[in-house]
């Protein structure tokens, strides 16, 4: 059993390095599950509330798709006004009610600190899929695992690497979370390219200096030849005060081939939390990029169901079970 099994997992400041390892170990064993190549029924009988109050694709789905892949059951609410939270339900009376339908809790809420205000109320592990603009702790880790696989590839560790972050650091609450993940390791090099109004957040700078990584602050992309991963994020238009202000950094720093080229290595890993905006106004990930083999974008949203996988099998303890309730895939499939 790990000490993750039947808690909360609300932040990424819960883990240390040696519990990511674990994490990505077990993410790894999944594979075969989530390729098809074998099924498990480890989780039969076990039921995740999936509980979204803010729009989401893939980390909804891919909870309950890592979910269902573990054998277990899902259900769902989705949207603030489909549920009694529109009714002025507090947040502990919700988790009161839908932890005694549950055996594990997913949840993602538009402000900053509810994910953990829920839990405090909920009789079952409440696994954070993203509150406002603070974290997003199993897009850190995803996305921490899909580095360590790409540079794999390139012969290389976390340790020591280069990571561009562009746009709105800000409110981008997965960039919040990546970077607290990575001043666990060490000798990394941040360089956080923003407009000066979407500046990362003193917390997370504060972080990263008191872990003595190196760090570069500038608004414009320029000198980042020997830069691992260039890590692209959406203006958060959603925590602006006003579409106007929004609209003013649209389009800021988009990337396209051509940039990519002018700028970075040949090698550079470009990663982004997805969804990217691709209207035109802002384009900031260009479709021209989608035959770069560097573009990493869609192992990661992969990657994501691999860890999500993980998280539940560790958080129910059942991770030293999973093979042992294996069974053969018997229908056509082409993912292995
Ligand atoms: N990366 C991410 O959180 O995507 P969704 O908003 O689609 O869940």
Do not use: D, E, G
């Given at each position: 059993m790990s000490h993750f099994t039947g808690h909360h997992i609300l932040?990424?400041?819960?883990?240390e390095r040696e519990a990511i390892e674990k994490i990505f170990t077990v993410a790894h064993s999944m594979e075969p599950y989530a390729r098809r190549q074998k099924r498990t029924s480890v989780l039969t009988g076990a039921i995740l509330g999936?509980?979204?109050f803010e729009p989401s694709t893939r980390t909804r789905v891919s909870f309950g798709t890592a979910f269902n892949l573990l054998g277990g059951e899902v259900r769902e609410t989705t949207g603030m006004?489909?549920?009694a939270l529109a009714k002025g339900e507090s947040l502990y009376d919700t988790a009161r009610v839908l932890s005694g339908y549950s055996d594990i809790i997913a949840m993602r809420h538009p402000q900053a600190g509810s994910v953990k205000e829920f839990a405090e109320g909920s009789r079952v592990p409440v696994i954070n899929g993203g509150d406002g603009a603070n974290e997003h702790p199993t897009q850190a880790l995803l996305d921490l695992y899909t580095i360590q696989r790409e540079l794999e590839y390139n012969g290389k560790g976390i340790d020591g690497l280069h990571i561009a972050m562009i746009g709105d650091l800000r409110y981008g609450r997965t960039v919040h979370s990546l970077s607290k993940l990575l001043?666990?390791?060490?000798n990394i090099h941040f360089t956080l390219i923003s407009p000066a109004e979407l500046a990362m957040p003193d917390n997370v700078i504060a972080a990263i200096e008191n872990a003595g990584h190196r760090l570069t602050v500038t608004d414009h992309i320029d000198g980042m030849v020997d830069a691992d991963i260039c890590y692209q994020t959406r203006i958060q238009e959603e925590r602006f005060p006003s579409q106007d202000e929004a609209n003013k950094y649209r389009g800021r720093f988009r990337l396209n081939q051509t940039i990519y080229t002018r700028h970075f290595q040949s090698k550079t890993v470009i990663m982004h939390p997805l969804p990217r905006d691709s209207r035109t106004e802002a384009n900031e990930l260009d479709n021209d990029l989608n035959s770069n083999p560097n573009l990493a974008i869609f192992r990661q949203t992969d990657n994501g169901v691999l860890v999500r996988m993980a998280l539940f099998a560790i958080t129910l303890g059942v991770e030293h079970l999973v093979s042992k309730y294996e069974h053969d895939v018997v229908w056509y499939t082409n993912k292995s």
């Open positions: 932040s990424v400041n819960q883990f999936n509980l979204f006004s489909n549920s001043c666990l390791y060490k």
